[in-house]
């Protein structure tokens, strides 16, 4: 069941003078959401598009659904769904209407009415697309990318600049296309994003993999110390462990036996966002030697 | 697939109220305007024709090269910027198919147009279409329209952004109107002016339809104007081909 949909080896690209992407392995199994996290101009989009058949890579090994993107034709495009990082719509054409046309150019598409009820368009579907507002054009997108039926979906950065609510209802969207078995490869800068729908994350700085894994043990984050602060009679006091059971334990009994309380207690687990951070930060030297991407 | 690919350009074309005026009211705009303004005059061409008789002919070429080269290099522009040739790209349809909708979308907006403005000039102006000439019509309004196509889609390299469509291609074109004789009648342009024209299309296309479309005259097919209009549309559609582009310029 670990059947590889994208697997990637030493893979370079240069503009120029400058390195966007130094050398990334990764390996997609089929089924999975797999998302690529990293600052702006980290080589996301780079990468992204290497592996859609945009851009032509500089070095290393690249097979997607078991061939070469720069060299793969229309049988392979039919298998693929790309989402965009920033596309618009024909304003004159309606949702179902924009859905028919894309259709038309697959062999096997899924049907119109079926790809509008899984991106939630149900009561838009008739209007013009000019008319939708930008959670609902970006749920349109994906419905665009869904409707040649792919086994494979490319997702470039689809919430960024939604507000709370639009991307509440995209990641709804996102996560159903899950329980559709489509693998999916998602780049995002959003920490969030990446731990609410990823299976893996692989979080990218300067065109390196920094860390990889489940979103939970990235960074070593399950066996990271855990800070215990609290107020008590000797004032502020920060401890830090790595088994914070006993040490809570031991505390609790000492505050009850001894009469004081624990005020503002807190109990911190590194969180995936300064996990990320602390690797970004690191690399950050890297990073602004990166173009930034056209 | 080029058929499904058409439809959906006629239907975002006609609703497009930008494309819809400049290709459609604009030429019509323009027809009753001259025609008012200069009736009962008659142009020192072939031997004297009617003012009438001469802005038809004029007004279709026009039209013509509105329908396609005009209206295809801002659509274009425009659906590249937007991302949506990049799209497209990404699916299984071949790259051929999506230009052949949209200059087949072209062609068959400027023949709707001959129709158009040749009963508007039969009905308001009495000018008799030329059925008899109804091949050489067909024949020399197809070979412009496939030029002027293949000029339109190699100027969208020339174009940088959406804003910078429109004022490209009027600069381009409006000028070259007036110069080659379309606003104003042949016979009231200085001869060097005409001189200059003759290094441009519109020029060459403009002459052959006239002569195309004056009834009676022996004209016909003038090759000499039209084998230059393909001329230009076969470098058009090299220089197409070199340099056009799937992927947005700007962002």
């Known amino acids: 069941m670990s059947e590889l949909v994208i697997s990637i080896r030493g893979l370079r690209k240069s503009y120029g003078e400058t390195e966007a992407v130094r050398g990334i392995d990764l390996e997609v199994n089929r089924g999975e959401v797999f998302a690529f996290l990293g600052p702006n101009g980290a080589g996301k989009t780079t990468t992204v598009e290497i592996l859609e058949g945009y851009r032509k890579r500089s070095g290393g090994e690249v097979s997607v659904l078991g061939e070469d993107p720069e060299r793969a034709g229309r049988e392979w495009r039919g298998r693929i769904g790309i989402v965009l990082q920033s596309c618009r719509l024909d304003p004159y054409l309606t949702a179902r209407e924009s859905l028919s046309l894309y259709a038309g150019y697959y062999a096997n598409p899924r049907p119109v009415d079926e790809v509008i009820e899984l991106v939630g368009l149900e009561g838009k579907a008739d209007e013009r697309t000019g008319k939708l507002s930008g959670g609902q054009q970006r749920r349109l997108d994906v419905g665009m990318a869904l409707v040649g039926d792919p086994e494979l979906l490319f997702l470039d950065e689809p919430t960024t600049g939604f507000d709370p609510a639009a991307r509440r209802q995209a990641w709804e969207t996102i996560a159903g296309l899950r329980d559709l078995g489509k693998t999916v490869f998602l780049t995002t800068h959003y920490m969030d994003e990446a731990q609410r729908l990823a299976d893996r994350v692989a979080i990218l700085a300067g065109g390196r993999v920094v860390a990889r894994g489940a979103p939970e043990e990235l960074g070593d984050r399950d066996n990271q110390p855990t800070v215990i602060t609290y107020r008590g009679p000797e004032g502020e006091v920060s401890l830090t462990t790595t088994t914070p059971v006993e040490t809570l334990n031991e505390l609790t009994g000492r505050a009850l036996a001894e009469g004081f309380a624990l005020e503002g207690l807190e109990v911190k687990r590194p969180s995936l966002e300064d996990v990320y951070l602390e690797l970004t930060d690191r690399n950050n030297g890297a990073v602004e030697q990166g173009v930034p991407l056209p | ?251």
Not at chain 2, 19 to 48: K, W
Not at chain 2, 75 to 98: H, N, Q, Y
Not at chain 2, 219 to 226: A, E, H, M, R
């Open chain 2, 1 to 251: 697939m080029i058929l499904h690919q058409f439809r959906y350009d006629q239907k975002a074309f006609w609703r497009n109220p930008a494309s819809v005026f400049f290709t459609v009211a604009f030429p019509v705009v323009l027809l009753l305007i001259f025609a008012t303004v200069f009736d009962g005059q008659t142009i020192e061409v072939d031997g004297g024709v009617e003012i009438t008789a001469y802005y038809v002919p004029a007004i279709i070429t026009l039209a013509v090269i509105s329908a396609t080269m005009q209206s295809l290099a801002m659509s274009l522009v425009i659906a590249r910027e937007d991302g949506r040739l990049k799209r497209g790209r990404g699916t299984p349809m071949p790259a051929w198919v999506f230009i052949a909708g949209r200059v087949g979308n072209s062609i068959v907006t400027a023949l709707m147009m001959l129709a158009l403005i040749a009963v508007l000039g039969r009905v308001l102006y009495g000018v008799a279409i030329p059925w008899d000439e109804l091949p050489a019509i067909l024949i020399t309004l197809v070979i412009g329209a496939a030029a002027f196509s293949c000029l339109g889609i190699a100027l969208t390299a020339a174009i940088p952004t959406q804003d910078a469509a429109a004022p490209i291609v009027n600069a381009l074109l409006l000028p070259l109107y007036f110069l080659s004789g379309i606003f104003i009648p042949d016979d009231e342009l200085p001869s060097g002016v005409i001189e200059f024209a003759n290094h441009f299309p519109i020029r060459d296309f403009f002459q052959a339809f006239f002569n195309a479309y004056l009834p009676g005259g022996d004209s016909g097919l003038d090759w000499g104007n039209l084998t230059v209009v393909m001329i230009w549309g076969v470098a058009g559609l090299l220089l197409a081909i070199r340099f056009f582009r799937w992927t947005p310029r700007s962002g």
